[in-house]
C-alpha cells in the first residue's frame, strides 16, 4: 500500500513537472499597470477620474487572477497580457461584478493563423476566433493582430475586443448578433432593424463599417461594437441609431 502510494506520488510529480516544464501558462499580473495601461490603451486614457482608472485596473487584476493566459511559440510578455485583459474589460467595465463564465483560457499565437491553427506557413488570415469543440472556453488571439487593434487608433477596428464581442454574444446561448444578457427583449425589433439595414449598406459598398460586419449578424454586432469603442465621437455622428444601441448595450444607459 505505501509503496502504490509512493509511486502514484512520484507520478503525479512528474506529471506536474511534465506540465510546467511544457505550458506557458500564466496568471501573472503586471506590475506596472497604470504605465502600460496610459501608454498603450486609449479607452483608459480617456477615463476621466483617477477613481475610474483605479476601477479599470482592479476589473484587470480582477480577469487575470480568472483567467489563464498560455503564449504559443514565444514568451510572454507583461504588454500582452495587459493588452488582453484590456480587450476583456473594456466592452463589460460600465457592469459591476462582470465575469466571463464562458472562459478559462486566452491563448496567444505569436501571428495570424489559418483555420488548422498554423501561425507559420500558407494563406493566413486569422486575427482572433472563440473556440469551439476541443477549444472551449477559450479565445485564441493573434499577438500580432491584437497589437495593432489597440496601436492603430483611427481604424476603427479592435481584434481583441471584437473576439470578447462574441463571448458576451454567446453567453445566452447563441452566437447570433442578439445579446440578450445586454439588451432587453424590449429593443430586440428595432436592434434587428438596425442590424440589417446596417448589413445591407456594407454590402451595397455604401458605409464606413468595416466590411466584415457585412458577413452575418454576430459580425455586425462585433465590428458596430470595435467601431464604437474606437471611435466613439464618429459612430455618434455617422450613425446615431447605431451609436443609441451601443450605448443601450454596453453603457447600460436606458
Ligand atoms: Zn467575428
Known sequence: MILFLVVAFILVLGMYSYRSSTSKKSKRIPKDLHNLLLANVLFYEKLKTESQRKLFRERVYTFLKETYIEAVGFNLEDIDIVLVAASAVIPVFYFKDWTYSNLATVLLYPDYFNKELNYTEGARNIGGLVGTGRFNDQVILSRKALHHG???????SNTGIHE??????????????????????????????????????INNDQSDIRAYGGTNQQEFFAVAAEYFFERPELLKVKHPDLYK??????????
Open 164 to 201: 470578447f464581442v462574441h463571448l458576451i454574444d454567446m453567453l445566452d446561448g447563441d452566437t447570433d448578433g442578439i445579446p440578450s444578457v445586454l439588451l432587453s427583449n424590449t429593443y430586440l425589433i428595432p436592434w434587428l432593424d438596425l442590424i440589417h439595414k446596417g448589413m445591407e449598406a
Open 150 to 156: 489597440f496601436s492603430n487608433k483611427t481604424d476603427k
Open 245 to 254: 444601441m451601443m450605448e443601450l448595450c454596453f453603457l447600460g444607459k436606458k
